[in-house]
């Protein structure tokens, strides 16, 4: 190695951080989706764009990816922490719940695309193994496009946003035993011994899964809960990080896939309090790797092949996305999506998956799937995925107007979204406790949020919905649907926790109610002018009660004390309230009685 050589991909790390840095927010303040920008830069700065010129051009080596391999890794990262916040997204009891949209709908749109697509592959002369494998790769979905394209516009919590889920979930499961049986079909072996090296294959995926998912009940959440309970957050980022790709690593070994592996550490962790804490801690990782994914399936588009087949080519994805639709839309139909939604669902899954670049390169390196088939196909995989965001936008404007004019009605259920209305309580000691106590008395609906990560143990042992968290880290509290909330209240006894979290919550959401606990009035009057619509200083409910004590000690009238408090509590309140505000939706008496005292 040279003394001035440079370190193992530090020009395509650095060349990839200023995209995603500074070319792609310049695209989106122009109304470009990032998933297409990533998806049309790679295309550009990669190997069969700038990068292939870089022989003849030197120079164009400094701003191009001249091997798409050399950025593969990080993309295949970028799948695994996906699939892991997929996993976040669900637990067995919401899978369960969920098993006749998954295995109902998602089992009927594989079945019948593979169907469909096969029938066409082989009417077109391919042969039997080839036109089986194409019909298997062409039904997927892609999970990582469709997915942000969802959470970009808030739609998982609608119904087509469950219905959505459901059927990439399933895919996302038949993607293990589809490399399972390409895997055994490049064996080459007999009828019976085929079934036999099939079923050994399905029973060690099986065990290996269950064995991996138990353990890491017993494992996982009594680790988190040590590493919480020192309220260090670099080693709660490393946790995160170690669960995520330590089972992903464990089922890769197991010769199952990584992504699986990663969707079942997230599906661990979604049954414990920890769950909102380590997706917003991911986040960011998520987001970037992510976009690396996006940036390597551009790279693998050669728009050169166009000129080869200048018809073939978009004939097949638009022949692609139209079949497909109409198979998704009936479907979406029949699990009870309107008119509209189905037609907007219908073109939203309608593309080729990112597993297909996995899939179709084992069947090529098992010689099941000829080279030029392979190319061919994983060109229009990528352009279909390429026109998605575009497709989508246009689905979304159709079925607008088609439920417009026939009448919006889903009748699918909402599966695990949370009702409107609920009060988040952060602060989860004594006194947000008997906040809690008082919410349910009134059966006002109620989330708890604690640093404390024995608390929030405590808490929901005894049946409350409690988290771990911060709550001065608002993107937290949006986690928790702080959109769909009806009143926050801040019972932190950190003065300088409550004033972030005040200001955060409000520039979030304008319009909630924000209750907050106050060290002094000195505090109380920061927080108001943060934007809390309501603030009780603890010393002068202390104060209060110290008086009221001594004068109730010195003989004077019951009522007269009770009246002279209540005079001078209002008056050193009106004194740090802002005179007109009314921002909250919470009942008045419902707020007088969640006053600390």
């Given amino acids: 190695m040279s003394e001035h050589a440079a370190p193992?991909?530090?020009?395509?790390?650095?060349?990839?951080?200023?995209?995603?840095?500074?070319?792609?927010?310049?695209?989106?303040?122009?109304?470009?989706?990032?998933?297409?920008?990533?998806?049309?830069?790679?295309?550009?700065?990669?190997?069969?764009?700038?990068?292939?010129?870089?022989?003849?051009?030197?120079?164009?080596?400094?701003?191009?990816?001249?091997?798409?391999?050399?950025?593969?890794?990080f993309a295949e990262l970028g799948v695994i922490f996906l699939m892991f916040t997929i996993g976040l997204e669900m637990s067995v009891e919401r899978l369960w719940a969920m098993r006749r949209q998954v295995f109902g709908g998602g089992g009927a749109q594989v079945l019948l695309s593979t169907v469909a697509i096969t029938l066409i592959a082989a009417a077109w002369g391919h042969a039997l193994e080839a036109a089986?494998?194409?019909?298997?790769?062409?039904?997927?979905?892609?999970?990582?496009?469709?997915?942000?394209?969802?959470?970009?516009?808030?739609?998982?919590?609608?119904?087509?946003?469950?219905?959505?889920?459901?059927?990439?979930?399933?895919?996302?499961?038949?993607?293990?035993?589809?490399?399972?049986?390409?895997?055994?079909?490049?064996?080459?072996?007999?009828?019976?011994?085929?079934?036999?090296?099939?079923?050994?294959?399905?029973?060690?995926?099986?065990?290996?899964?269950?064995?991996?998912?138990?353990?890491?009940?017993?494992?996982?959440?009594?680790?988190?809960?040590?590493?919480?309970?020192?309220?260090?957050?670099?080693?709660?980022?490393?946790?995160?990080?170690?669960?995520?790709?330590?089972?992903?690593?464990?089922?890769?070994?197991?010769?199952?896939?990584?992504?699986?592996?990663?969707?079942?550490?997230?599906?661990?962790?979604?049954?414990?309090?920890?769950?909102?804490?380590?997706?917003?801690?991911?986040?960011?990782?998520?987001?970037?790797?992510?976009?690396?994914?996006?940036?390597?399936?551009?790279?693998?588009?050669?728009?050169?092949?166009?000129?080869?087949?200048?018809?073939?080519?978009?004939?097949?994805?638009?022949?692609?996305?139209?079949?497909?639709?109409?198979?998704?839309?009936?479907?979406?139909?029949?699990?009870?999506?309107?008119?509209?939604?189905?037609?907007?669902?219908?073109?939203?899954?309608?593309?080729?998956?990112?597993?297909?670049?996995?899939?179709?390169?084992?069947?090529?390196?098992?010689?099941?799937?000829?080279?030029?088939?392979?190319?061919?196909?994983?060109?229009?995989?990528?352009?279909?995925?390429?026109?998605?965001?575009?497709?989508?936008?246009?689905?979304?404007?159709l079925g607008d107007r088609i439920d417009e004019r026939l009448g919006r009605h889903d009748t699918v259920d909402e599966i695990g979204v949370p009702a409107e209305g609920h009060v988040i309580v952060a602060g989860g000691g004594r006194v947000g406790e008997m906040i809690g106590q008082m919410l349910a008395r009134h059966r006002l609906p109620h989330i708890a949020l604690d640093s404390d990560a024995k608390l929030v143990e405590r808490l929901r042992k005894r049946g409350v919905d409690a988290y771990y968290g911060d709550a001065s880290r608002p993107e937290l509290l949006r986690r928790l649907k702080l959109d769909q909330a009806r009143a926050v209240i801040l019972t932190m006894a950190d003065e300088a926790a409550v004033s972030r979290a005040v200001g955060g919550i409000r520039r979030l959401a304008p319009e909630i109610c924000i209750v907050a606990r106050a060290r002094d009035e000195a505090h109380a009057m920061t927080l108001r002018h943060k934007g809390a619509d309501a603030v009780i200083p603890e010393t002068l409910e202390t104060g209060l009660q110290l008086a009221g004590a001594t004068l109730g000690r010195l003989g004077i009238d019951e009522d007269r004390v009770r009246q002279s408090l209540e005079d001078e509590r209002m008056q050193r309140i009106e004194h740090v309230a802002e005179p007109g505000s009314n921002r909250g939706t919470m009942p008045a008496d419902d707020l007088a009685e969640a006053r600390p005292t």
Avoid: C
């Fill in 132 to 397: 089986v494998i194409l019909g298997l790769v062409l039904a997927f979905s892609s999970t990582a496009v469709v997915m942000q394209l969802l959470s970009q516009r808030r739609d998982l919590g609608t119904p087509l946003g469950q219905a959505s889920f459901s059927i990439l979930l399933f895919q996302d499961l038949a993607v293990v035993p589809l490399l399972v049986l390409i895997g055994v079909m490049g064996q080459k072996a007999s009828a019976d011994g085929f079934v036999t090296l099939l079923a050994i294959a399905a029973l060690k995926g099986v065990l290996t899964v269950a064995a991996i998912y138990l353990l890491g009940r017993r494992v996982v959440r009594p680790m988190f809960g040590h590493l919480a309970s020192t309220r260090a957050p670099d080693t709660f980022t490393a946790l995160t990080l170690l669960a995520s790709l330590g089972v992903a690593a464990l089922t890769w070994a197991a010769g199952l896939s990584m992504a699986m592996g990663a969707m079942l550490a997230g599906l661990i962790i979604a049954e414990t309090e920890f769950r909102h804490e380590v997706e917003v801690t991911i986040e960011p990782f998520k987001g970037l790797l992510m976009g690396l994914f996006f940036m390597s399936v551009g790279m693998g588009i050669d728009l050169r092949a166009l000129l080869d087949h200048p018809l073939m080519v978009p004939l097949s994805v638009v022949g692609l996305m139209l079949l497909k639709g109409v198979i998704l839309f009936v479907l979406l139909r029949v699990m009870g999506l309107s008119w509209g939604r189905s037609t907007e669902g219908g073109i939203l899954l309608s593309q080729g998956g990112e597993f297909a670049f996995i899939v179709i390169g084992v069947a090529m390196h098992t010689d099941l799937l000829p080279e030029p088939i392979g190319h061919f196909m994983l060109l229009v995989v990528g352009l279909s995925m390429l026109a998605t965001p575009v497709a989508s936008r246009f689905g979304r404007i």
């Fill in 8 to 73: 193992p991909f530090l020009s395509e790390a650095i060349l990839f951080l200023v995209l995603a840095g500074v070319l792609i927010p310049l695209l989106e303040k122009r109304s470009i989706n990032p998933v297409l920008g990533f998806l049309a830069v790679g295309t550009l700065v990669g190997p069969f764009g700038l990068g292939g010129l870089a022989d003849d051009f030197p120079a164009l080596a400094y701003v191009s990816f001249t091997r798409s391999e050399h950025v593969a890794t």
